[in-house]
């Protein structure tokens, strides 16, 4: 049995490395999504533009994540982030309490603040 076990496993290590070479690279490319610098809507009776104050965003690929937090809040109908600038916009209903959004934000990378305008 002490000479069998380490073959088994030597042996089954061949084989998964083997089959690791004939895969075929992988192909899914996950699907880009467009996030808009600004929201240029009008904003609607019952409904505000708020912007926010971002920190943390160091590569290309922050603003989508920030984007889809914004866009996955209730009541958030359009979202904006500008990189260069480090801020994001939603538009969202007048009484969606600013906190959501913050919240959305905010992770151990990022940090947000409204911006006073």
Do not use: H, N
């Not at 699907?31 to 809507?41: F, G």
């Not at 984007?67 to 904006?80: D, H, I, K, Q, T």
């Not at 916009?89 to 934000?105: K, N």
């Not at 940090?111 to 006073?116: H, Q, Y």
Request: glycine content about 6%; proline content about 7%.
């Amino acid at each position: 049995m002490r000479i069998v076990l380490p073959f088994l496993v030597a042996a089954a290590g061949v084989w998964l490395g083997y089959i690791a070479l004939q895969a075929d690279e992988p192909d899914y490319t996950p699907p880009a999504v467009a996030v808009p610098a600004r929201i240029e809507t009008e904003v609607a009776a019952g409904s505000a533009l708020r912007a926010f104050d971002v920190e943390g965003m160091c590569c290309s690929s922050c603003p989508r994540k920030l984007y889809r937090a914004l866009m996955a809040v209730e009541g958030v109908s359009e979202a904006a982030i500008d990189f260069e600038g480090e801020t994001a916009w939603a538009l969202a209903p007048a009484d969606l309490p600013v906190e959501r959004l913050i919240e959305a934000l905010e992770s151990e990378k990022y940090s947000a603040a409204l911006r006073e305008e």
